[in-house]
């Protein structure tokens, strides 16, 4: 195996996620994800103090696919306007862990059985990806006589600029997807709606990148702004939402460098100082959870392999496919043993940390420089609460689901 993956960084952990862990060990109840609510609502403080140079019209949903679990929903669903949901599994749990929340209903694929439970639960905003699900959601709401409020999703173009000096890490606006409508579809749409009495034009959605920074970001709404507002009154419609997505920036090379919420609510207070009158949305995902989880493990192995060390943890990308997913280095912290602990059999070298998985892709941090390493310490992968536990395949090679562990409620 030849990892190609960066180095690890260090990670901090929370003096009650370490505490969480080792109690974790002694209970035999590794690996395990541990949430930390508290560090969540502070997180989740600063991100609303940033939005807040914004003003009102600005509001925060949190798109629920980042993770579903029940304890970050509910402390999560407590600071923002409203959850995006994107099926009907995210929509009957969310409907039963933090029930009252303002919902969006997005994504690709909408049966006619989640929509009708969508307008059953009166969501109040449908994302509306086809002409087809126009279609069929104003027929399902003329069934059972109400109507739904719609935006349409989006694939435009964003200009040159929007990229902006940070880059995007994956633009999906203006290319081929099977996300939402082009431009040529949403024109057809705007027609349409004409004719279906149980769609009311609310506005319009866009979420074409991901992995930007706040000017990037910011300059992304202004582009989907201003199309919303060409498109709207081409078809002489009343735009009175613009939802620009998430994708907001999560640097896993870098924990300690969080998207600047505060840069980012004062330039979207310029934006929306231009487009005055229409209300806008955000639902970003990894950035407000990502940061606020842990899967934490133990050494089960130490091996030197053509002189390079390998710690084989229990667990694996089975439960943690992060890493996998993005083709880069878990950060992670060592803890070592609290009792009994074996000399280090390592000592100020590198070492490249892998689950139990039979397969050179179980890889969650190559080459970390530890100063050292037994069997028996615990491993604290950081940066593990978004798009973590919940992505990976836990069936592959039928080792026991990950403990799941709340501190600070
Ligand atoms: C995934 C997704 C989001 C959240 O993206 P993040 O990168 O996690 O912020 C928001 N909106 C839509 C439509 C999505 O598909």
């Known amino acids: 195996?030849?990892?190609?993956?960066?180095?690890?960084?260090?990670?901090?952990?929370?003096?009650?996620?370490?505490?969480?862990?080792?109690?974790?060990?002694?209970?035999?109840?590794?690996?395990?994800?541990?949430?930390?609510?508290?560090?969540?609502?502070?997180?989740?403080?600063?991100?609303?103090?940033?939005?807040?140079?914004?003003?009102?019209?600005?509001?925060?949903?949190?798109?629920?696919?980042?993770?579903?679990?029940?304890?970050?929903?509910?402390t999560i669903a407590r600071h923002v306007d409203g959850l995006e949901v994107a099926s009907g599994g995210e929509l009957a749990h969310v409907l039963a862990v933090a029930p009252g929340a303002g919902l969006a209903?997005?994504?690709?694929?909408?049966?006619?059985?989640?929509?009708?439970?969508?307008?059953?639960?009166?969501?109040?905003?449908?994302?509306?990806?086809?002409?087809?699900?126009?279609?069929?959601?104003?027929?399902?709401?003329?069934?059972?006589?109400?109507?739904?409020?719609?935006?349409?999703?989006?694939?435009?173009?964003?200009?040159?600029?929007?990229?902006?000096?940070?880059?995007?890490?994956?633009?999906?606006?203006g290319t081929p997807s099977p996300f939402g409508m082009d431009p040529e579809t949403a024109d057809q749409a705007a027609a349409l709606i004409a004719d279906l009495a149980a769609i009311r034009f609310v506005g319009v959605h866009a979420h074409l990148a991901s992995g930007l920074g706040p000017t990037a970001c910011a300059a992304t709404a202004q582009s989907i702004l201003s199309w919303a507002e060409a498109f709207a009154a081409r078809h002489g419609l009343a735009l009175e939402e613009v939802n620009v997505g998430g994708g907001m920036s999560v640097d896993y090379a870098r924990p300690e460098a969080t998207f600047d919420w505060?840069?980012?609510?004062?330039?979207?207070?310029?934006?929306?100082?231009?487009?005055?009158?229409?209300?806008?949305?955000?639902?970003?995902g990894r950035a407000v959870s990502a940061y606020s989880g842990w899967y934490a493990t133990r050494v089960l192995d130490l091996k030197r392999s053509h002189?390079?060390?390998?710690?084989?943890?229990?667990?694996?990308?089975?439960?943690?496919?992060?890493?996998?997913?993005?083709?880069?280095?878990?950060?992670?912290?060592?803890?070592?043993?609290?009792?009994g602990r074996a000399d280090a059999e390592v000592a100020d070298e590198p070492v490249t940390f892998v689950g139990q998985l039979c397969t050179p892709k179980d890889l969650l941090a190559a080459d970390v420089p530890v100063e050292s390493l037994a069997v028996g310490d615990l491993v604290v992968f950081g940066m593990a609460g978004a798009y973590a536990h919940n992505i990976s395949h836990t069936g592959f090679l039928m080792h026991p689901e990950p403990t799941v562990v709340h501190v600070g409620e």
Not at 1 to 17: E, F, H, N
Request: proline share 7%; hydrophobic share 45%.
């Open 1 to 74: 195996m030849t990892p190609t993956v960066g180095a690890a960084p260090a990670m901090p952990v929370t003096g009650a996620v370490l505490e969480a862990a080792r109690a974790a060990a002694r209970d035999a109840a590794l690996p395990a994800y541990i949430y930390d609510l508290a560090h969540l609502r502070a997180h989740l403080a600063r991100i609303r103090s940033g939005l807040a140079h914004a003003g009102p019209r600005l509001s925060l949903l949190h798109a629920v696919k980042a993770n579903p679990d029940a304890g970050l929903v509910r």
């Open 105 to 173: 209903f997005g994504g690709p694929g909408k049966t006619d059985g989640e929509l009708a439970a969508a307008l059953d639960a009166s969501v109040d905003r449908f994302h509306a990806e086809s002409l087809r699900e126009l279609r069929r959601l104003d027929r399902l709401a003329r069934q059972r006589g109400t109507t739904a409020d719609v935006l349409l999703r989006c694939n435009i173009p964003l200009d040159g600029s929007s990229a902006g000096p940070e880059g995007a890490a994956l633009v999906m606006g």
């Open 262 to 284: 505060d840069e980012y609510g004062r330039l979207m207070a310029q934006v929306l100082d231009r487009h005055p009158g229409i209300r806008v949305r955000i639902e970003p």
């Open 307 to 339: 002189g390079s060390w390998f710690a084989v943890c229990a667990g694996g990308t089975h439960h943690l496919r992060t890493p996998a997913a993005k083709g880069h280095s878990q950060p992670l912290a060592v803890v070592p043993a609290a009792s």
